[in-house]
């Protein structure tokens, strides 16, 4: 079973701009989460989608949102970057569902440098 | 507020020795403690979990042992190797909730 794929795997990107990650889940994975990874704050949480459904959000500004496809693939967007946005962020999938949880499966990440 | 305090930050350990790192959880209410490896450049990777109906959990040399009335669990890696190398983050969440709150990692290295 191929696992968690996320592109770009390496982005640049300017300062104001904005940008799209994706990630496609493992087959049969219905949730797909989002991490952002730095070294100061370690991995921060920041949002989830179950079904299409937004079912839970990290505390992180308006400027960071998502979505899922009705095939559980799922983009991340981030506008008007700034400096602090460059990190690695994370795709997890996990074929939990709304009342069990299951093992979450990280994707290599996509490495967002903000200059 | 940090839910979940992880410690060492740092690790370093005598090839075929015990690393053993600790956490410490705040929320009642989680119920699900997985703890991930990381190695640079790749995304991490579950390496085991609990749920607080066992004391123990126990997978090759890699080993959990959780205190739920302490709120602290902890994961033991038994005959440490240099390929054992990484980032380790314990971690938790709550049934039917797939955010994931984890600790601050713990760098270890093993010496050959």
């Known amino acids: 079973k191929a696992g968690v794929t996320q592109t770009p795997r390496y982005l640049i990107k300017t300062r104001g701009q904005q940008v799209t990650l994706s990630c496609s889940p493992i087959s049969g994975h219905r949730s797909v989460s989002w991490y952002q990874q730095t070294p100061g704050q370690g991995l921060q949480f920041l949002f989830e989608y179950f079904s299409e459904t937004q079912r839970n959000k990290g505390n992180f500004p308006g400027r960071f949102s998502g979505r899922q496809f009705s095939n559980s693939r799922s983009e991340m967007n981030v506008s008007t970057l700034e400096l602090g946005d460059s990190a690695l962020y994370l795709c997890?999938?996990?074929?939990?569902?709304?009342?069990?949880?299951?093992?979450?499966?990280f994707g290599p990440g996509t490495r967002l440098t903000v200059t | 507020q940090q839910q979940v305090k992880q410690s060492p930050q740092s690790l370093i350990v005598q090839k075929g020795g015990i690393s053993i790192i600790n956490c410490a959880y705040e929320?009642?209410?989680?119920?699900?403690f997985p703890w991930y490896q990381q190695f640079p450049g790749k995304g991490p990777a579950l390496l085991i979990a609990i749920r607080p109906d066992v004391s123990e959990k126990k997978e090759g040399r890699f080993t959990i042992s959780f205190n739920k009335s302490a709120k602290q669990f902890s994961l033991h890696i038994m005959d440490s190797q240099p390929g054992d190398s990484a980032t380790y983050f314990c971690a938790a969440s709550t049934s039917g909730d797939d955010k994931i709150i984890f600790g601050k990692g713990t760098r270890l290295h093993i010496l050959p």
């Open positions: 997890a999938s996990s074929f939990s569902t709304p009342t069990t949880t299951y093992e979450q499966y």
């Open positions: 929320n009642t209410a989680f119920d699900y």
